[in-house]
């Protein structure tokens, strides 16, 4: 906006791949255990999560790049 004033939007929208989903669950078949760390908020991400099979608990919003690394190296 300018001065109150609308003068642009935007309308944005995000689609997963369409493997995404399956390949994430065929890894947890193997016994592999997934777990999301996203920047976007935390209701998004578990969005995201609960369409490829990635447990709640194991789920994770507004996670900084500095909290991804520590998750990491505290592992």
């Not at 900084?64 to 190296?73: Q, S, V, W």
């Amino acid at each position: 906006s300018r001065d109150g004033v609308l003068v642009l939007e935007c309308e944005m929208a995000e689609e997963l791949r369409p493997d995404a989903a399956a390949e994430l669950r065929a890894l947890a078949k193997t016994g592999l255990r997934t777990w999301m760390l996203s920047g976007d908020t935390t209701e998004k991400a578990l969005r995201v999560a609960k369409a490829c099979g990635i447990e709640e608990a194991r789920t994770f919003g507004n996670v900084t790049p500095d909290e991804k690394a520590a998750f990491f190296r505290d592992r």
